[in-house]
T-cell receptor
Framework: ETGVTQTPRHLVMGMTNKKSLKCEQH?????MYWYKQSAKKPLELMFV???????ENNSVPSRFSPECPNSSHLFLHLHTLQPEDSALYLC???????????????FGSGTRLTVV | SQQGEEDPQALSIQEGENATMNCSYK?????LQWYRQNSGRGLVHLIL?????REKHSGRLRVTLDTSKKSSSLLITASRAADTASYFC???????????FGAGTTVTVRA
């Protein structure tokens, strides 16, 4: 385990379902991130939270809704997704030094999402 | 786009050989980092090189940085089957904690 825990590991959902992804870290990091990873494409930064405040939303469709109740927990609420949203969703955390500080980002193992 | 680009996209080598992959970026950076991702898992931080450094070593990893060419390379020496993974470079701009990642190089080490 890396110190960043993501649940569930796998999720299959229909286009009309509502589900949530969860991310948890107890590393003392104050920044948390959601990334989307699709095959053969660069990681897409979706949302950034710094000290629980959302600091970035990279034009993500409103069917993805993030929530950060405290510096240790991050959620991604999903509703009415499309098949093209199928991907690996990665959560990461870091300190807010440049580039995440000397140790960079710590990633969770990801949630493999399939939308049917 | 602020994202970096890795080259080659894929690399297949024999166990014991060296693997070299390159990364290019477009902006001024504060540091550049390399990460490894095993199939279907999260990324793991390997090494960070600062903009005022030219070369850095960590075990069998050697990273170089050429800020004039906006490029970096990662060398894995004496590769092992366990090195089979995708490798990503990521960079940050000055005073920015956010990283921009490339699309990665997939390395396959044949036994």
């Amino acid at each position: 385990e890396t110190g960043v825990t993501q649940t569930p590991r796998h999720l299959v959902m229909g286009m009309t379902n509502k589900k949530s992804l969860k991310c948890e870290q107890h590393l003392g990091h104050n920044a948390m991130y959601w990334y989307k990873q699709s095959a053969k494409k660069p990681l897409e930064l979706m949302f950034v939270y710094n000290f629980k405040e959302q600091t970035e939303n990279n034009s993500v469709p409103s069917r993805f809704s993030p929530e950060c109740p405290n510096s240790s927990h991050l959620f991604l609420h999903l509703h009415t997704l499309q098949p093209e949203d199928s991907a690996l969703y990665l959560c990461a955390s870091s300190l807010t030094g440049t580039g995440g500080g000397a140790y960079g980002y710590t990633f969770g193992s990801g949630t493999r999402l399939t939308v049917v | 786009s602020q994202q970096g680009e890795e080259d080659p996209q894929a690399l297949s080598i024999q166990e014991g050989e060296n693997a070299t992959m390159n990364c290019s970026y477009k902006t001024s950076i504060n540091n550049l980092q390399w990460y490894r991702q095993n199939s279907g898992r999260g990324l793991v931080h390997l090494i960070l090189i600062r903009s005022n450094e030219r070369e850095k070593h960590s075990g069998r990893l050697r990273v170089t940085l050429d800020t004039s060419k906006k490029s970096s390379s990662l060398l894995i020496t004496a590769s092992r089957a366990a090195d089979t993974a995708s490798y990503f470079c990521a960079h940050s701009r000055s005073n920015d904690y956010k990283l921009s990642f490339g699309a990665g190089t997939t390395v396959t080490v044949r036994a």
